[in-house]
Every structure is written in structure tokens, then in C-alpha cells.
């Protein structure tokens, strides 16, 4: 399930990591923001809340008592909640260190009592606690929504206690539409400079595939520009010189063998010019004809070197039209071809190599089984280009071994004819260079089919 909805190209992997990298730390950012404001804001309230409390008992100790009512109303606050009772408020759970704290800044005699409860942790005890505070102090819907730091009471020297509430805002939702829109304009901001810099670096990579498909085609492509970073720029300078080593290595190999079958032409003809010397007989025809058949080999080999040597330009081209003009001319010399092809289907090619070897396979086809069948068919990744016979076919052992150069059946030993077993060779390494791949197989109904892939 995850791999189905992982972008497939490396753009979409890294800005999707990136993407829930941001929200991630974003809301770790947050929950620790919130923990310190949250610290902070308490130690302050409270702090605040002390030094108030501090003031009312010292102003309460030193005024009439007809003040009283009035200091508490000019002491309370939004944060403050005061009031005096005849009654403590015995706080579920006591705070030892404000009591000292509170009784040595008013220096209180250990007579006076002073209790005081500090924060508590639990939602439930305090909204519990606070209810039950609220209703003491008169007062249980003013303050709800606020979050209790301290409480207790402080008796007086009057024997009336002073009921407190020390309180502090409490704090919103952490994930608010600010947030949101903060994260979307980050986000934002973050991927549009991932995407220009992926783009970047992945544009020679790109280029780099292209030519790499290009080059299995067998076209004649530029060295790439060496650009990008250092890995990408690596790559490209290993496959600039592994192209030029391929070039090399095809052109050296081409030309010796043109000069091979060059050469041997001289001492062929040195010895078919001997033999016309020997006495009439079985052997004088034996030897002239081995000679004629090792010059048709020569022949198709420096045919076949000064092709290789002269690279065709690849151009487009629509192949439907391409199998319909070579069946009509097949049927127009009264050869029994049937098209199977449809449509328009256009293909970067080489259109007269792809010719030459549709020619070869529908030859083949018309020669062994005396009629043919060509068709197209349209893949997703591919197309298929099959040339069909009804005739005995090719043992299952052969099927390969027909593709080696010199390579003949039994069937095809016809000297007279000019075959020297290199058509399905050069047929095969044609359809290579166009990076597709030339088979053969044996079909259930009886007959043989070549199958063309070509790459789309």
C-alpha cells in the first residue's frame, strides 16, 4: 500500500519526505512551545499572585474593617480571585514550599495558619477542585475556562481567612488557522526551491537516459555536456567515454573485416583463374563452385561492413504504411502476402534498414511456406511487428542457431540462388541497433512466425 502511493519519479520521493519532515518538526516545534510558554507563564502567574496576596493581607491588616470589602474588590483581577470567609478552604492537597515561602515574606507569627495548594496535574482533580472552590467562593461561572496555579487560604489577625485563586489563561488550540497558514506558506516556499533544485540536478540525468536509448538504437549522438553535481557530472564522463570506447570499437571492427574480405578477393580470383587450367571433370566443377560460393560470402561481407560503416539518420516514419507498400508489392508480383496492419502507428527509425529487414523475413516466409502474414500490434511499453507462414517450421534446437552468420538449413542450400546465411544475421543485428529484438518461433497451428519488439 505504501509502495502504491510513493510517487514513482525521485522529484516526488524527495518532496514528499520533505514535506512530512516539515509537518513533523513543526509540531514537535509547537508542542515544545507550548510546554516553555506554558512553564513560563505559570512561574510568572504565580510569582505575581504571591506578591499580590502579600500586599491585600498587609493592607487588610492595617485598615479598618469597613475596608475590607473594598481592598478585596480593588485587589481582583482577571487572575486573582479573592474573598474572605469565617470558614478555611482546606485545599485537597497542601504546598509546603509556598506556605514557608508566604509566611516568611509576611513574617507571620506560627499561630496564623496559611494553607495553600499549588498547580495540579490531573484535568479531572482540578476541574473538581476548581468547582469546588468556585462555589466557596461564591462565584463558579466567572472563571471556568481558566487553568488553576495556586489556591488556599491565609488566616488573619482578625480570625477571618482570605480565600485566593491564583489562575492563568489557559492555553487555545495548538493547531489554529495562523499555524496552517504559516505551514503552507513555508511548505510552499520550501518546495518550490526543492523543485528548482531537483530540476536542476536531475536535468542531465535525463538527458543522460535519452541518450542512452538513444546510443542502444544505434544512433550517431554528441557527447552530453558534462554538468550537474559531482555524481551526476561522474556519470556523464563515464558515459562519454564509454560511447567513444563503443564507436571505436565498432568502427575498428567494421573496417577490419572490409579489409579482410577485401584482401581475399585477390587470391580467390588467383585460384579461379588455376582452375581453369584443370582438365574437365567432377573436381574442376567441385572447386568452382566452393570458389563461387566463398566469393557470394565475401560479397555479402562487404556489403554488410559498408552498411555498418554508413550510418542511416533515424527519422519518422509511420510503419502501418511502411508493411502496406512492401504487401502490395509483394502481391503485385504475384507473391501471396496478407497485411494484418492498421491505422497509423508513426516510429523513430531507420527506414531503410527496417525495410531491408522485413524484406529478408517476408522472402524467407514466401521462399519455405509460399505465402505470408504481417502484422502490428500496439503494447503499452512496446510494438510487435509479426511475419507469419504456414509452412513446416524450424526444429526448436534451431531457432537460434539460424541467426548465426553462415549459418544455413538444409532447406536453404541452394547455391544458385545467392544465399550465403547471413539475412536472419544481419536482419538481427539491424533490428538491435534500432534497440528492439528479432525471434523466431514456432507457431501452434503449424508454420513460423518472426517477431519483431521494437521499443515505443
Known amino acids: 500500500m505504501v509502495r502504491r502511493l510513493m510517487p514513482r519519479s525521485l522529484t516526488g520521493q524527495i518532496i514528499l519526505v520533505a514535506l512530512c519532515g516539515l509537518v513533523l518538526i513543526q509540531l514537535l516545534s509547537l508542542q515544545i512551545y507550548r510546554s516553555d510558554r506554558e512553564e513560563a507563564l505559570g512561574f510568572v502567574n504565580s510569582r505575581n499572585a504571591m506578591q499580590r ?3 491585600v493581607v498587609r493592607l487588610i491588616s492595617l485598615s479598618p474593617q469597613p475596608l475590607y470589602d473594598e481592598i478585596i474588590r480593588a485587589s481582583r483581577s482577571e487572575t486573582l480571585l479573592l ?3 469565617p470558614e478555611p478552604l482546606v485545599p485537597d492537597t497542601r504546598s509546603p514550599e509556598y506556605e514557608e515561602k508566604l509566611r516568611r515574606i509576611l513574617h507571620y507569627p506560627s499561630q496564623l ?3 495553600i495548594s499549588a498547580e495540579l496535574k490531573e484535568a479531572t482533580q482540578r476541574n473538581k477542585a476548581w468547582r469546588h472552590h468556585a462555589r466557596m467562593m461564591g462565584d463558579a461561572n466567572k472563571l471556568l475556562p481558566m487553568d488553576m496555579r ?6 488573619l489577625h482578625n480570625g477571618q481567612w482570605l480565600h485566593f485563586s491564583s489562575l492563568v489563561d489557559s492555553e487555545g488550540s495548538g493547531w489554529s488557522m495562523r499555524s496552517t497558514i504559516n505551514l503552507l506558506l513555508v511548505a510552499s516556499l520550501v518546495i518550490g526551491l526543492m523543485i528548482w533544485l531537483l530540476r536542476r540536478a536531475l536535468r542531465p540525468l535525463k538527458q543522460l537516459a535519452t541518450n542512452a536509448e538513444r546510443l542502444g538504437r ?3 549522438i554528441e557527447p552530453l555536456e558534462e554538468s550537474g553535481p559531482g555524481e551526476v557530472r561522474g556519470s556523464i564522463v563515464a558515459f562519454n567515454r564509454m560511447q567513444t570506447r563503443l564507436n571505436r570499437f565498432v ?3 567494421t573496417r577490419m573485416l572490409a579489409a579482410i574480405s577485401h584482401d581475399l578477393r585477390t587470391p580467390i580470383t588467383s585460384l ?3 582452375s581453369e587450367f584443370l582438365p574437365d571433370g567432377e573436381d574442376k566443377d567441385r572447386i568452382q563452385q566452393t570458389l563461387q560460393q566463398i566469393e557470394q560470402m565475401l560479397s555479402a561481407t562487404l556489403s554488410f561492413a559498408r552498411e555498418e560503416g554508413t550510418q542511416e539518420p533515424t527519422r519518422e516514419l509511420d510503419l502501418v504504411s511502411l508493411i502496406e507498400s512492401l504487401c502490395d508489392d509483394y502481391s503485385d508480383m504475384g507473391e501471396q502476402v496478407l497485411c494484418l496492419a492498421s491505422g497509423r502507428e508513426v ?4 527506414p531503410a534498414s527496417l525495410r531491408r529487414v522485413l524484406q529478408n523475413l517476408i522472402s524467407n516466409a514466401i521462399k519455405y511456406a509460399g505465402s505470408a502474414e504481417v502484422s502490428l500490434e500496439r503494447e503499452d511499453q512496446q510494438l510487435v511487428i509479426r511475419v507469419c507462414d504456414n509452412g513446416p517450421g524450424i526444429d526448436s534446437t534451431q531457432l537460434e542457431e539460424v541467426f548465426k552468420p553462415f549459418v544455413r538449413l538444409d532447406e536453404a542450400r541452394n547455391t544458385e540462388s545467392g544465399s550465403v546465411g547471413l539475412g536472419l544475421s544481419i536482419a538481427r543485428t539491424l533490428i538491435h541497433q534500432h534497440g528492439g529484438e528479432l525471434t523466431l518461433h514456432n507457431r501452434p497451428q503449424g508454420g513460423l512466425e518472426a517477431r519483431i519488439i521494437l521499443p515505443r
Open 53 to 55: 496576596i502579600t500586599s
Open 347 to 350: 516510429y523513430p527509425c531507420r
Open 218 to 220: 544505434g544512433e550517431d
Open 83 to 85: 474573598r474572605l470567609s
Open 272 to 274: 579461379r583463374l588455376r
Open 113 to 115: 495558619n496559611i494553607e
Open 150 to 155: 495556586l489556591y488556599g487560604s491565609i488566616e
Open 251 to 253: 568502427q575498428d571492427r
